[in-house]
């Protein structure tokens, strides 16, 4: 595959590869003399600027390999081969094609900000299961512990249990979180902790609710 793809480059590839420049306060007509046709005659790149290809450049790249296997990357190598047959890409068609190569400008700082793609990470057996029976106790446990432990409602308990599976099955799926949030979610409650408050919980209350002349 080309390393010549289009938005693939950005302005400091563009002059590593190419031997281009930053565009500078050049004025109009400053291409005229290569044959530029548009407005002021200054040609621009979007991560250049205005006035980056100067005629010396242009002279330089019109017919030059790296020019041309990039051409046959965006455009198809039939198209490169008629196009340099004829003595190599005009001012203005070279630069589209530095045009077709640049990266947007939101897309290089998106690259400069995360320059690699973070791989998603997959909690151990531990750290799911510390996590999927925390949140089962926060999503049923607490708010209805009174029901559990003065009324003996054993539906919270069955309630515990499926909110538990389906928050492991979640847990247990590749996580988007720093590899540093993962690892702390061991340090939470894990089962055991969470089913021995729930029954000291019940056990404290039945003793305040014992008459105690018994």
Same mark, same amino acid.
């Given at each position: 595959?080309?390393?010549?793809?289009?938005?693939?480059?950005?302005?400091?590839?563009?002059?590593?590869?190419?031997?281009?420049?930053?565009?500078? %306060?050049?004025?109009?007509?400053?291409?005229?003399?290569?044959?530029?046709? !548009?407005?002021?005659?200054?040609?621009?790149?979007? =991560?250049?600027? %205005?006035?980056?290809?100067? %005629?010396?450049?242009? *002279?330089?790249?019109?017919? !030059?390999? &790296?020019?041309?296997?990039?051409?046959?990357?965006?455009?198809?190598?039939?198209?490169?081969?008629? &196009?340099?047959? &004829?003595?190599?890409?005009?001012?203005?068609?070279?630069?589209?094609?530095?045009?077709?190569?640049?990266?947007?400008?939101?897309?290089?700082?998106?690259?400069?900000?995360?320059?690699?793609?973070?791989?998603?990470?997959?909690?151990?057996?531990?750290?799911? *299961?510390?996590?999927?029976? /925390?949140?089962?106790?926060?999503?049923?446990?607490?708010?209805?512990?009174?029901?559990? /432990?003065?009324?003996?409602?054993?539906?919270?308990?069955?309630?515990?249990?499926?909110?538990?599976?389906?928050?492991?099955?979640?847990?247990?799926?590749?996580?988007?979180?720093?590899?540093?949030?993962?690892?702390? =979610?061991?340090?939470?409650?894990?089962?055991?902790?969470?089913?021995?408050?729930?029954?000291?919980?019940? &056990?404290?209350?039945? !003793?305040?609710?014992?008459?105690?002349?018994?």
């Amino acid at each position: 595959m080309s390393r010549f793809a289009a938005g693939s480059m950005t302005g400091d590839q563009l002059i590593e590869e190419f031997g281009l420049q930053q565009g500078g %306060d050049v004025g109009d007509g400053f291409n005229a003399g290569a044959g530029a046709s !548009d407005g002021n005659q200054t040609k621009s790149n979007k =991560a250049l600027g %205005d006035g980056y290809l100067t %005629d010396k450049t242009y *002279d330089k790249l019109k017919n !030059d390999s &790296k020019v041309k296997a990039a051409y046959a990357s965006i455009n198809g190598q039939e198209a490169a081969d008629k &196009k340099f047959s &004829k003595g190599g890409l005009s001012i203005n068609t070279l630069d589209s094609l530095f045009d077709d190569l640049t990266k947007a400008p939101e897309e290089q700082s998106a690259a400069e900000a995360t320059p690699e793609a973070k791989q998603p990470v997959v909690l151990s057996d531990r750290a799911a *299961d510390a996590i999927a029976y /925390t949140k089962a106790y926060e999503n049923v446990m607490l708010p209805r512990q009174g029901d559990y /432990t003065i009324r003996n409602d054993q539906t919270v308990i069955t309630d515990f249990n499926d909110d538990y599976k389906l928050n492991l099955a979640r847990a247990k799926a590749p996580q988007p979180q720093e590899p540093a949030v993962l690892q702390n =979610a061991e340090a939470k409650q894990n089962q055991a902790q969470v089913m021995d408050y729930a029954n000291n919980y019940k &056990k404290a209350v039945g !003793d305040t609710l014992r008459p105690s002349n018994r």
